[in-house]
């Protein structure tokens, strides 16, 4: 048993069952995602999956968007943690990032709706309550993963700034590299490649996504 379980079992119940309905309709959504569009998925529906009441589901999310904006906190904690095992292993900071981007690249190219689902909760800008993310339900989903409880969830804020920082600290980027705008730079690169190829051209989406990274990287002083 790792020692994630090890907390988690120790919590109490109210605690535990809170972490496992609020991820069980993160899970309904994914799920769902699979064969439909957001607006084609009934909240009904995913309360069958997670096995609770439909007046149970306002407990956790105010709406279906509700939860995509949970996934992109999730998502987000999780870079933290890839990251981090990039640079235990050695990878440069520069390569940490394109690790990165490429693995969610990946990812979103093997079920692309929920990228766009993204991209249209963020054009419509919905104000939507963040989500606490207790520890039980960072323990209950990172089982593996030590010190988890302390990463945050708040997109791409969460890390990618960072290790901007860290590149240019190691001089992996140019000393005078303007954080703030290439942090703008990635950010765009990340939606804007996914609105253009995912429905257009999805064939071209991760290699352009490579080819997009060598270029900003390039400019900003990055020589392998």
Same mark, same amino acid.
């Given at each position: 048993?790792?020692?994630?379980?090890?907390?988690?079992?120790?919590?109490?119940? +109210?605690?535990?069952?809170?972490?496992?309905?609020?991820?069980?309709?993160?899970?309904?959504?994914?799920?769902?995602?699979?064969?439909?569009?957001?607006?084609?998925?009934?909240? +009904?529906?995913?309360?069958?999956?997670?096995?609770?009441?439909?007046?149970?589901?306002?407990?956790?999310?105010?709406?279906?968007?509700?939860?995509?904006?949970?996934?992109?906190?999730?998502?987000?904690?999780?870079?933290?943690?890839?990251?981090?095992?990039?640079?235990?292993?050695?990878?440069?900071?520069?390569?940490?990032?394109?690790?990165?981007?490429?693995?969610?690249?990946?990812?979103?190219?093997?079920?692309? +709706?929920?990228?766009?689902?993204?991209?249209?909760?963020?054009?419509?800008?919905?104000?939507?309550?963040?989500?606490?993310?207790?520890?039980?339900?960072?323990?209950?989903?990172?089982?593996?993963?030590?010190?988890?409880?302390?990463?945050?969830?708040?997109?791409?804020?969460?890390?990618?700034?960072?290790?901007?920082?860290?590149?240019?600290?190691?001089?992996?980027?140019?000393?005078?590299?303007?954080?703030?705008?290439?942090?703008?730079?990635?950010?765009?690169?990340?939606?804007?490649?996914?609105?253009?190829?995912?429905?257009?051209?999805?064939?071209?989406?991760?290699?352009?996504?490579?080819?997009?990274?060598?270029?900003?990287?390039?400019?900003?002083?990055?020589?392998?």
């Amino acid at each position: 048993m790792t020692l994630n379980n090890r907390k988690f079992l120790e919590l109490p119940q +109210r605690q535990k069952n809170f972490a496992k309905t609020k991820l069980a309709l993160l899970n309904a959504l994914l799920d769902e995602f699979e064969t439909k569009n957001l607006s084609s998925i009934k909240i +009904r529906d995913l309360c069958l999956k997670a096995e609770v009441s439909e007046p149970t589901f306002y407990n956790y999310f105010n709406s279906k968007q509700h939860i995509v904006l949970y996934f992109i906190q999730i998502w987000s904690i999780e870079m933290n943690v890839l990251a981090d095992s990039f640079k235990k292993a050695g990878t440069s900071t520069i390569d940490t990032i394109k690790n990165i981007f490429l693995k969610s690249a990946k990812d979103i190219s093997s079920c692309p +709706r929920i990228m766009l689902e993204i991209l249209s909760f963020l054009a419509h800008d919905t104000e939507l309550p963040v989500h606490e993310i207790s520890d039980a339900e960072k323990w209950l989903h990172f089982k593996e993963v030590d010190a988890v409880e302390t990463l945050e969830g708040k997109g791409m804020d969460s890390f990618l700034p960072t290790l901007i920082g860290e590149a240019v600290l190691n001089g992996e980027l140019d000393k005078d590299t303007d954080q703030g705008i290439l942090f703008i730079m990635l950010s765009s690169l990340f939606l804007g490649t996914s609105l253009l190829l995912l429905k257009k051209d999805p064939e071209m989406y991760v290699p352009a996504f490579e080819a997009e990274l060598d270029f900003i990287f390039k400019k900003a002083g990055y020589e392998k």
